[in-house]
T-cell receptor
Framework: DAGVIQSPRHEVTEMGQEVTLRCKPI?????LFWYRQTMMRGLELLIY????????DSGMPEDRFSAKMPNASFSTLKIQPSEPRDSAVYFC?????????????FGEGSWLTVV | RKEVEQDPGPFNVPEGATVAFNCTYS??????FFWYRQDCRKEPKLLMS???SGNEDGRFTAQLNRASQYISLLIRDSKLSDSATYLC??????????????FGKGTHLIIQP
């Protein structure tokens, strides 16, 4: 079975450039999550969707970050303009639904370095 | 108080020993609890759910103490392959109910030969 698929796996970009991270959730999963992980802050929830609708984006650090889910099989997280402090691993995860506390499955992550 | 707190470690434990670590959570309404494992430079993966009555999966035992709001993970006969970061995960609540999971920062475990 295909798991959560993320791309790119690694990206190095210059400050000020736009970064787009992509995610394909597990088929049949209704909830999709974007997390960011750094050594200092651990795993932080940025935003999550249920049935393609953004439910809570309070974790999005600032207006430079935006996320979309145009359909059940695709989501993007965009950073524009990027800054060095955005360097982190960005994980996309999906689950059957968010309400029952079901386990969530993570993609392998997108390792972002902004120089 | 942070939503989910863990001792970051590292816990350095000789192979074959028993090791245990706890995690505390602040929201008494939390209903679902999990332990995830994350290997270096990998994604977190579910290790086990934590049930009210406690549960065991091979060498791993998870327990929940609602009164004191903590969960624990016990690893018996530790193996070198158990070296990883163990993340405590608790149902996240806001507004109308459960809406996802909150992760602790993890406890780093190193099993030494």
């Amino acid at each position: 079975d295909a798991g959560v698929i993320q791309s790119p796996r690694h990206e190095v970009t210059e400050m000020g450039q736009e970064v787009t991270l992509r995610c394909k959730p597990i088929s049949g999963h209704n909830s999709l999550f974007w997390y960011r992980q750094t050594m200092m802050r651990g795993l932080e929830l940025l935003i999550y969707f249920n049935n393609n609708v953004p439910i809570d984006d309070s974790g999005m650090p600032e207006d430079r970050f935006s996320a979309k889910m145009p359909n059940a099989s695709f989501s993007t997280l965009k950073i524009q303009p990027s800054e060095p402090r955005d360097s982190a691993v960005y994980f996309c995860a999906s689950s059957m639904d968010i309400y029952s506390g079901n386990t969530i499955y993570f993609g392998e992550g997108s390792w972002l370095t902004v120089v | 108080r942070k939503e989910v707190e863990q001792d970051p470690g590292p816990f350095n434990v000789p192979e074959g020993a028993t090791v245990a670590f706890n995690c505390t959570y602040s929201n008494s309404a939390s209903q679902s609890f999990f332990w995830y494992r994350q290997d270096c430079r990998k994604e977190p993966k579910l290790l086990m759910s934590v049930y009210s009555s406690g549960n065991e999966d091979g060498r791993f035992t998870a327990q929940l103490n609602r009164a004191s709001q903590y969960i624990s993970l016990l690893i018996r006969d530790s193996k070198l392959s158990d070296s990883a970061t163990y993340l405590c995960v608790v149902t996240r609540y806001s507004g109308g109910g459960a809406d996802g999971l909150t992760f602790g920062k993890g406890t780093h475990l190193i099993i030494q030969p």
